[in-house]
């Protein structure tokens, strides 16, 4: 048999609903002989499918080689087999003339162009067309980020191929209600790669109110951005205010912002309606029109999902 570094400790695993888990001496298979005490703790979270972790305090290390003797793997969800009585299910906000997205942005301006009344100079009687007219800046409603949104030479909403917007395989990550930060332990048992991962908050039933833009509003740290990045998400949603903390606390960085959309993966911001998901087994659609020079604009977002 070949030799397996394996790393064996104990632990203390606490939930964010309430509860913990404890272990000793437990031993899990490491990819190397040194390991940190945070990607172990992350490790033993996958490997046991625990969900809504809020903290593993890793205890007693140490790493032995020893000959492997198999283990029990943590496998993703199957992708979704051809659909049969499929349903589709609306992701997006209603764009409205005036309707507030961001507080003390600036909201769209929807008139007229060509009313009903003055096209019917042009046609012959009985014939009329409305043509409307919008004005609004691109971070309005349900929208995606390209990677020239956070960096000069990102490719732009020109750029992103379409492959990464449109009918991806989709995961729904719960968060627990209270919870702020979404990082990687909460991230850890599921299967990222490849995936449209949307981060259910619920965040989005204060869409239009003050709360809304409140400091307690949830966000994707920096480390459990970099875990989606490691993994290969295809894409990454979330039904909050923004994809990362624009609370004081947060400094004006962008960590979130910053990691995944240099590694090219799109975001999608003010997502609604993610509750009436499954987990997994449906596709995600969040598509831009193509936009030369633009790094962000409003997207019809919506999910099919197999009977």
């Known amino acids: ?65 020893e000959p492997h003797k198999g283990g029990r793997g943590v496998t993703g969800a199957q992708p979704a087999g051809p659909a049969t009585g499929r349903r589709l299910v609306e992701l997006s ?20 162009w060509l009313t009903r009344e003055a ?32 960096w000069a030479d990102g490719a732009d909403l020109t750029g992103v191929p379409i492959e990464r917007l449109a009918d991806l395989p989709g995961l729904v990550v719960r968060v627990p209600a209270g919870t702020r ?11 990222l790669t490849g995936r449209a991962v949307l981060l259910h908050t619920g965040w989005n039933a204060h869409f239009g109110t003050d709360r809304y833009a409140g400091s307690d509003a949830p966000y994707l740290t920096g480390g459990g951005a970099r875990a989606l990045a490691d993994a290969g998400a295809a894409l990454v ?31 999608v911001e003010h997502l609604t309606g993610l509750d009436a998901l499954p987990p997994e087994g449906f596709r995600f ?12 604009f409003p997207v019809r977002a919506f999910a099919t999902v197999d009977a």
């Open 181 to 191: 930060a979404v990082d990687r332990l909460l991230l850890a048992p599921y299967d």
């Open 285 to 296: 659609t969040a598509a831009p029109p193509r936009v030369a020079g633009m790094g962000t």
């Open 119 to 150: 096209s019917r100079a042009h046609y012959a009687p009985g014939t009329e067309f409305h043509v409307g007219k919008i004005e609004m800046i691109a971070n309005t409603g349900t929208y995606v980020d390209t990677p020239s949104h956070r």
């Open 1 to 65: 048999m070949s030799e397996q570094w394996r790393a064996q400790f104990d632990a203390e695993v606490s939930f964010a609903n309430g509860g913990g888990l404890s272990t000793e001496g437990f031993r899990l298979d490491i990819p190397g002989r040194e390991i940190s005490d945070e990607d172990l703790g992350a490790l033993l979270v996958r490997h046991l499918g625990l969900l809504m972790v809020a903290e593993v305090r890793v205890r007693n290390k140490t790493i032995i080689q």
């Open 93 to 112: 906000h209603v764009i409205s003339d005036g309707m507030v997205t961001l507080p003390g942005w600036p909201g769209p301006r929807i008139t007229d």
């Open 237 to 267: 949603g979330i039904d909050s205010i923004n994809i990362d903390d624009m609370s004081p606390a947060g400094g004006g960085e962008r960590p979130a912002h910053s990691v995944l959309l240099a590694a090219g993966i799109p975001i």
